[in-house]
Nanobody, 120 residues
Framework: QVQLVESGGALVQPGGSLRLSCAAS????????MGWYHQAPGKQREWVAL???????NYTDSVKGRFTISRDFSRNSIHLQMSNLKPEDTGAYYC??????????????WGQGTQVTVSS
């Protein structure tokens, strides 16, 4: 089965930077379009950054120019470099495939995510 483990979240001041990591097992991420998803408090989870097997990336307007998604096939992982963080970036971050997320026993699979809090 697929396992996704996110890490790197922390409490950071506005304007600060963080690097999130996602370690995958049970599948080769090189076979999929992968992305980072953000869930703000009380909001629906949505993608913010995508990368395909060829390295093509896509970002929402809210993070474009501030976030950079990357992949490391040798370690079967993806990363999100976050800079100039804003309070609205606060929330849980998850990695997964796109547009359909990985399945486990017939249901959508999500890891535990990693929490980012941007506050003074």
């Amino acid at each position: 089965q697929v396992q996704l483990v996110e890490s790197g979240g922390a409490l950071v001041q506005p304007g600060g930077s963080l690097r999130l990591s996602c370690a995958a097992s049970g599948t080769r991420i090189s076979l999929y379009y992968m992305g980072w998803y953000h869930q703000a408090p009380g909001k629906q989870r949505e993608w913010v950054a995508l990368i395909n097997s060829a390295g093509k990336t896509n970002y929402t307007d809210s993070v474009k120019g501030r976030f950079t998604i990357s992949r490391d096939f040798s370690r079967n992982s993806i990363h999100l470099q976050m800079s100039n963080l804003k309070p609205e970036d606060t929330g849980a971050y998850y990695c997964n495939s796109y547009p359909a997320v990985f399945k486990y026993r017939g249901s959508d699979y999500w890891g535990q995510g990693t929490q980012v809090t941007v506050s003074s």
